[in-house]
């Protein structure tokens, strides 16, 4: 009897653990994706004044946009890279999250990372844009 409890304790032990740990990385993944979007929002600012003044077309000014962005970043201390084009401003931002109880099995950290554009619009395009 005892050896089935050492093991199943062991087991229990276990799935806390990735229960746990996967609970942290999934909250980590949604806190960098606020910040990507974020970031990418502020890119997305980043309108080329003289397109918009002498034609009315909104248009990105990349290299602001993508500069913007990663300063966006930068004050918020996480790491990540922005790109941009004459629409949209595409943010990536990578965090790593130590583990509580995985680290018992050797697994120190997890990476995780997300995505996030935002598009530089004219106008009001229908309900809730």
Known sequence: ??????LLSVVLVAVAGLVLDAGLAISAKVQAL???????????????????RTRGVARLDTGRAASTARSWLASAGVSGDASATATTVTVTVRRTTRTQLMQLVGVRSLNVSATATATAVQGVTGPNT
């Not at 606020?34 to 918009?52: F, N, P």
Request: proline share 4%; glycine share 4%.
């Open 1 to 6: 009897m005892t050896p089935f409890v050492v």
């Open 34 to 52: 606020d910040m990507a979007q974020s970031a990418a929002r502020a890119g997305a600012q980043q309108l080329d004044l003289y397109a918009y």
